[in-house]
Each structure stands twice: as structure tokens, then as C-alpha cells.
């Protein structure tokens, strides 16, 4: 659209605008045109800017107003893990002036033995991008320290870089408080059946006194017994003093408790190799119950009878099943035997088959006695 026109006068008459002042004015034109596409590009420039302010306001507000009104302590941070909001829950629950715990003055909050902690585990955070989280206490307006849960994520760009971490801190003192009251009642009562296995065994020993006909039954049931007291008190709750060395929930660890009896100085008698499978309190008492038979055996008839014997345990864990493999080697000879199946192997059965619906594979060699154990993979833990 021609928006204003350029006059040329001179006070003589002439024939026309030669081809190089035709150009210069064209140049003049697209100069004029130039500025005001300049000028027209800057107010739309400035206008976006103003929506994009107006909005990203609005979506800050929408942000704070919605933070302010959940029972979490809301904050953020940026890339490098300055700390420039919290909400107001975050304030309501320390009692801090608004803004004295930006960049790192958080840290000041916590309990004096957990801010090393706490701190490491944030840098780690920061380090890796991993998710942030972590239980500590943190000072109440009171005065008082409340155990709180920490966790934050990280917010990245199209780059996969990270452009901001949000986090929340939830109040958990009261069910901090219950849980740990919940352990020390677990921890009291499996201490009490600890020591009532221990009491029953004693007890099957003094009446045993009186009737030497059964002194045999009464040893071996009072070794089951204990037995079982030696995987119970494997599985069960501990305090931090009394806690097994091996991992609560490992097979390798039950195993290597239960043939603690049976080893040499050099623990090379009863040996356990292969994969590690993960139990739980109800698959303890039947695998202890088979694998203390297939012991006692081997120390009255088999591997163990003998000083150069030894006994190797095998796991092997598939897709579905463990297979556990026990072999007897250095003892002296055994073939099938030709009666009844005694009381344990009986126990050994109804531990593999019907407690845990597994299934018994024995096999008589020369050398020594072959049992394959194989149990379903979901029968060891919940």
C-alpha cells in the first residue's frame, strides 16, 4: 500500500530522472520501507514479550497459589542446587523469616548428625541427576527436631538438560515414632520365642534324663529344635547390635548359619557356592528343618562321619525354580536303603514337597550321597 509519495523540483525544465537517479530514489523508497518494518517488528516484539510475561506471571501465581495450599513444604532450586522458593507450609512448619533459608541455609535446619548426611546425599543428587530422597529431622518452630521425608526431581530440557529440581517434605514424625515403637515390640517378642526354643529344648533334654530308652529321640528333636531357633533367630527382627553380619533375607546367609556347627576352624567342611536367593521368615523354618536332616545324616552315616569329609552346597536359580544341589564327597559308601524312609527323611519331604511344592531327587553314589533339591522360585519369599 503506497503510503506517501517523494516530489523532485527544480527551477528549470528538464527532460527526465536519468536511470541513476531513478535507482537512488528506488534506494530512498526501500530505506523509508526498511524503518518501518523495523519499527512495526519491534511493537510486535514488545507486545509478545508483554503476553509472555503476563502469562509465565499468571502461571507463577498458579504455581505459588496451588504450593501454598498443599500440607507438603514445597521448594525448588536451580541446575546447581540454589535454593530461591519455598512455600508457605515451609515456613509455617520452621517458624523461619521468609527468604533466610535461600541458597544453602535449608541445611541449617536440620538436626546437627543428620546435615552431614543429608548434604552428601543432595550433592550426589545434583551430581548425577538421580532422584533426591532421604528421611532426617528437621527443627519444628517449637524448637523441636520432627523426622521428615525429603524427595526432589529434576526438570530437564529438550537436551536432557536440567533446568530446575522440585521437592516436597512431608511430616512423617508420627509414623516414624510408630514404626520404630513396632520394632522394638517385634524385636521383644522374637527374642522372647528365641529363648522359648530354648527353654523347649532344655526341657526335651531334663525329661530325657529319666528315660534313657529315649535319650536318641530326645537328642535329635531337641537339635531340631535347635535348629529351628538358629533360622528363626536368623530371619527375625534385630536391633542394630544384634543384626546378623549376612543380609536377613539371604539364602546363603541362613545356610551358613545353620552349618555353623558342623564346620572345622577352617569353615571348609560344609561349603555353600553358587547364586544367592532372597527368603523370608516363612521359607526359613522348612529349609532349615531339611537341610539340619540332610546335616545330621551326613555327620552319623555319610561325608561328615568322617575327619576328611566334606559336604558342597549348590544353587542354582532359573526363571522359575531354584534348584539346590547337595553333595556329600570322602565319606564311606552308601547304597539305597532297602527299608522304610525314616522320620527324617520323611521331614525333609514334607519340607520340599508340601511346605514349600518343591520336589526330592536322591541319588546313592559310592563317594557319597546326592540330593537335588528343586523348589519354586516364589516359595522362598513373598
Request: overall charge negative; charged content about 25%.
Amino acid at each position: 500500500m503506497p503510503l506517501g509519495a517523494l516530489c523532485v523540483l527544480a527551477n528549470e525544465p528538464r527532460e527526465g530522472l536519468t536511470r541513476f537517479q531513478r535507482d537512488g530514489l528506488t534506494l530512498l523508497a526501500k530505506a523509508a520501507m526498511g524503518r518501518l518494518d523495523d519499527r512495526r517488528t519491534a511493537r510486535e516484539q514488545a507486545m509478545a514479550e508483554a503476553e509472555a510475561r503476563r502469562t509465565l506471571e499468571a502461571s507463577d501465581l498458579k504455581f505459588r497459589t496451588l504450593a501454598d495450599t498443599m500440607p507438603q513444604m514445597v521448594w525448588s532450586t536451580l541446575p546447581d542446587g540454589f535454593h530461591d522458593y519455598f512455600n508457605a507450609r515451609w515456613y509455617e512448619f520452621t517458624g523461619t523469616p521468609v527468604g533466610t533459608t535461600d541458597g544453602e541455609g535449608w541445611n541449617d535446619m536440620f538436626h546437627p548428625d543428620d546435615q552431614d548426611r543429608a548434604w552428601a546425599i543432595w550433592r550426589q543428587s545434583l551430581d548425577t541427576g538421580e532422584p533426591y530422597n532421604i528421611e532426617y529431622r528437621l527443627r519444628h518452630f517449637d524448637g523441636t527436631y520432627r523426622w521428615v521425608l525429603g524427595r526432589a526431581l529434576p526438570v530437564r530440557d529438550e537436551n536432557g538438560a536440567i533446568t530446575r529440581w522440585f521437592g516436597t517434605c512431608t511430616d512423617i514424625h508420627e509414623q516414624k515414632l510408630a514404626y520404630e515403637e513396632r520394632e522394638v515390640i517385634s524385636q521383644e517378642l522374637s527374642h522372647r520365642i528365641k529363648n522359648i526354643f530354648a527353654v523347649i529344648a532344655g526341657l526335651i533334654a531334663f525329661s530325657a534324663r529319666g528315660k534313657p530308652e529315649f535319650a536318641g529321640i530326645a537328642t535329635d528333636l531337641r537339635h531340631r529344635i535347635n535348629a529351628l531357633g538358629r533360622a528363626h533367630d536368623f530371619v527375625r527382627p534385630h536391633s542394630a547390635n544384634s543384626r546378623p553380619s549376612m543380609a536377613q533375607n539371604s539364602l546363603h546367609g541362613l545356610l551358613h548359619e545353620l552349618f555353623e556347627p558342623y564346620q572345622r576352624i577352617d569353615g571348609a567342611r560344609v561349603s555353600v557356592v553358587g547364586d544367592d536367593v532372597t527368603i523370608d521368615d516363612r521359607s526359613a523354618t522348612p529349609l532349615a528343618l531339611m537341610f539340619h536332616e540332610l546335616a545330621t545324616n551326613a555327620t552319623k552315616y555319610g561325608a561328615l562321619a568322617t575327619e576328611l569329609g566334606t559336604v558342597r552346597v549348590t544353587v542354582a536359580a532359573n526363571t522359575d525354580t531354584v534348584t539346590l544341589h547337595w553333595r556329600e564327597v570322602g565319606g564311606p559308601s552308601v547304597t539305597k536303603p532297602t527299608t522304610l524312609p525314616g522320620f527324617g527323611t520323611q521331614l525333609i519331604e514334607m519340607s520340599a514337597v508340601r511346605q514349600l511344592g518343591g520336589s526330592v531327587n536322591r541319588t546313592w553314589n559310592d563317594d557319597g550321597l546326592i540330593v537335588a533339591l528343586t523348589i519354586p522360585k516364589t516359595a522362598f519369599s513373598r
